[in-house]
């Protein structure tokens, strides 16, 4: 049951004394100009518009709430009532009694004590999510930290100055204690941060040497502020962010690849037509058919008559399977969205009917299920696409086996397709679900935790093992083209198979294929980033 601390809100008795042992404020920006930063929930889009933005700025709204939900804790001090986090010990030790002269020591503490991560620092377009959903929480107003704290991190996010956080150290309940422990030493001078150079390239620096070449002084810690910082779920959401941001891309393009092998393999049209899914009524079902029509409206290959009257399933099924990953990914944004401006500290302030209240919003299981279920729609994007490399290779429908020029003297793609079933294997490991996993900590304390984050990072690598393997079917595809004289592409496939040639042009005899492949990685990640017929 959840454990209410009431407070009188006209008690102001040592209020003044607690304010004025607050300080460090930094400098504010200017909203004008500024992307302006609304407390409430987001869209998916208005959630990508602030992390591309250059500059955000809190909204009044938004710094009203701030005000608000720290007058309210300092008076909750000033009660002289023990409130888990405000001055007690933490986790297991919440039953420890923590002296009114030690309570800025106490949150200092807290961050270097929980800064105990491992393994290579995140990416860094994961944490500029990170320090976004952070902003965007603390401004909700019932976190109760300092104005000048949140304005400390939106100077973070406007300077581009990122904090190094290590990507192991996360269980995914008391949210993720680790690594935003690491994202919030910087206000203390202490840690590192990363920032670009001249060439753009990002250099890891102390965080105090960067503070004072900006002027900043360090942040002075206010009572519960250190526990308001860690105990969130930002790195989950984060990391759910940045992989819906390369799904979406890898959503469209897997389609435009598997058009070109459709066209490759001369398949049949007739498994997208539009009342064949309007029967199913499974709108990522209709949307994947809709995009396969749209790269293939005009192509000529269509029109041809064949003795085949069927294709493999991994032609036919591509909307069943394809339209089921687009449905995982809007759930992921709907996830998302509830969760990227939400509340989930410990405990939550109360200011309007003077409140306190311990409970568990830091618990990350509608995350860590949701970035699970990413991790199998994920894998099945490469598991399908390997197998249209498979039958590509397979020396039926007039294409010579393993697209060789000189069958025998020749291998060609053959051990394409070998790298391909590596990495969807290697995929379907990590496809197991983290968040079945718990184990206990803080002695007992915190009993069940999501495992959100191990989630998270598989889900990340499995992004990345079915981009490969896309690429790599995207390498096929031009290959196969290369030997059929008039392909009859439509123009959207014209112009993207030519755009993908002048980087990756189709081969002649044995090449080493790696250079190849790796190529056809960097266009895809290229073409993303530039929109390129997508």
Known sequence: MAVRHRVNVNRMNRFSEWRSKIAGAPGKFVATMDHLLQPGQQSWSQLQALYRAD????S??????????????????ASGKTVYGVNTGFGQLANVRVEEAQLHQ?????????AAGLGDPLPTDVVRWMLLFKVCGLVRGHSGVQPQTVDRLVDFYNHHLLPVVPRQ??????GDLAPLSHMCLPLLGEGELMQQDGDGQWVTRPAMEVLQEKGWSPISLGPKEGLALINGTQMMSALLAHSLQRLE??????HGIA???????EGLDAPF???????RQHAGQQASAGEMRRWLDGAAFLRETHEWVQDPYSFRCIPQVYGAVRQAIDQGIATLEGEATAVTDNPILLPESGEVISAGNFHGEPLAVILDHLKVAASELGTMSERRIFKLLSGTR??????ATDPGLDSGLMIVQYTAASIVARNKMRAMPASVDTIDSSNGQEDHVSMGANAGLQLLAVIQGTQEVLASELLTASQALHFRAEPGLSNRQTEWLSAFRATVPPQHGDVEQSARMRASIDFLQASSNQGLSL
Do not use: C, M
Request: aromatic letters at 8%; zero cysteines; proline letters at 5%.
């Open 398 to 403: 007039g294409l010579p086996p393993f697209l």
């Open 106 to 114: 106490l949150q200092d503490n807290i961050l270097r004590s929980h």
């Open 169 to 174: 150290g996360s269980l995914g309940a008391s």
């Open 60 to 77: 009044e709204s938004a710094r009203a709430n701030v005000e608000r939900a720290h007058d309210f804790l300092l008076e909750v001090v």
């Open 249 to 254: 891309y890898l959503w469209q393009k897997a």
């Open 55 to 58: 500059r955000i700025a809190l």
């Open 259 to 265: 058009s070109l092998s459709l066209a490759a393999f």
């Open 273 to 279: 037509h539009p009342a064949v899914h309007t029967l």
